[in-house]
């Protein structure tokens, strides 16, 4: 009121413009790099334009974008209301992958529909976003419940193992830190959540000392081959026995070797950029091979980037992901219901840690797993699921409550 005239709501703008403009800057530096690491062999394997995974990535920006223009006419709480469906669907979409998926460079994570591949993972985080939020959406005094607390785990641990069967380490531990948060937003007892933590971390610690200094035939704990090279290799330990042999030895240096290759390959790309970097397309660890061509435009495009760009242009694609990242914060804290919080909460977990995997992995800040940097790393899918994240973001912030 405003001598005694009542005073006309303020009117606040329906875009989060500030939150769009990063996503476009990044989405536009992931276009410009994609090229930069496979335009030369698309044009040495003389593929017409067409068939350039760069216009590959710009048709997967723009379906994207499309589908968050639909999502925004629907109100979030409608979408909920199929959030049960969604999330059953993708478990059968995980299941088929495991009876019927295509392999590529030893993992068993697509659906081949002939014109398209689909990666039924990166959807499945979406759908569990939406059926965790809503599941936690009920009476404060109903999440006192351990049965509650064990019911929320397993609506993780069932598509974490799935996917880690593929298997897919990096997109299986997403889920991890999603609950966990979701359930701390949602108000589930801090002490439910200490517990788990202090049982994951004893078990990390003991599968850590199984791989690295269990005795040949004293370990408990099975892994893939793969998956405990990895491991070693993070920690700098050696791949021989103890007891092996010099020929032993030797074909051991050599896996090593072999295994240790990508991340520092990556270490030097980062290293070798400097302040401002070579020069976009002038990048030689890219070109030349050295950062293999089949990860250069995925799971090491930063490695690319800083490259070109160095380190300013590290530091860029750093500050437009802090600006998609607290855009989302403050949406969270303005939603107008438990909901929309929780799923805003959700979103902001999913986006910082495949960030925080995806750049720690390529400046061995954590050990090497396949999993894409949102917006930037090729791939059709991920891009257009983190635009449906981000698209959910924007709903929230349209449907928000007013003051």
């Not at 891009?383 to 003051?403: D, K, M, T």
Request: hydrophobic residues 55%.
């Amino acid at each position: 009121m405003i001598g005694g005239i009542p005073r006309k709501p303020r009117r606040e703008g329906l875009v989060d413009w500030g939150l769009w403009l990063a996503v476009l800057g990044l989405m536009a530096v992931g276009a410009a790099f994609i090229l930069s690491a496979t335009g030369m062999a698309d044009e040495a394997a003389h593929r017409p334009w067409w068939r350039y995974r760069v216009v590959g990535q710009i048709g997967a920006d723009v379906i994207g974008l499309g589908l968050v223009a639909v999502l925004c006419l629907v109100d979030y709480a409608r979408l909920a209301r199929w959030s049960l469906v969604a999330y059953w669907a993708s478990i059968v979409l995980l299941v088929g992958v495991a009876l019927f998926g295509v392999s590529r460079l030893g993992a068993k994570r697509w659906l081949d529909f002939g014109v398209f591949q689909f990666q039924p993972s990166e959807l499945a985080k979406l759908a569990f976003l939406f059926a965790l939020g809503t599941f936690l959406t009920r009476p404060a005094n109903e999440l006192d419940s351990p049965l509650l607390f064990a019911q929320a785990l397993g609506m993780a641990l069932l598509p974490f193992l799935l996917i880690l069967k593929q298997p897919d380490l990096g997109s299986a531990l997403v889920f991890l830190p999603i609950a966990l948060v979701m359930m701390l937003v949602a108000g589930v007892p801090q002490r439910f959540l200490v517990r788990f933590l202090t049982g994951t971390a004893l078990v990390a610690t003991l599968l850590l000392v199984d791989v690295l200094y269990a005795p040949p035939g004293w370990h408990f704990l099975q892994l893939e081959d793969y998956q405990k090279q990895r491991l070693l290799v993070y920690f700098g330990m050696d791949f021989a026995k103890p007891d092996a042999t010099p020929a032993e030895q030797l074909a051991a240096r050599a896996q090593q070797e072999s295994k240790s290759y990508n991340v520092r390959q990556s270490l030097i790309s980062v290293g070798s950029g400097g302040l401002l970097g070579k020069g976009w397309r002038e990048g030689t660890q890219s070109a030349l091979g050295y950062l293999p061509r089949a990860v250069a435009h995925n799971d090491f495009i930063f490695s690319v980037i800083a490259e070109e760009r160095g380190f300013l242009g590290s530091l860029l694609v750093l500050i437009l992901y802090a600006v998609v990242l607290f855009s989302g914060i403050r949406i969270a804290s303005q939603a107008r219901d438990r909901l929309g919080r929780l799923l805003a909460a959700g979103i902001v977990t999913l986006l910082f840690t495949h960030i925080f995997i995806n750049i720690g992995m390529n400046i061995r800040l954590v050990p090497v797993t396949g999993i894409p940097l949102p917006l930037l790393s090729a791939g059709g899918t991920s891009v257009i699921c983190s635009l449906i994240a981000i698209g959910i973001l924007q709903n929230i912030h349209l449907h928000r409550r007013h003051y």
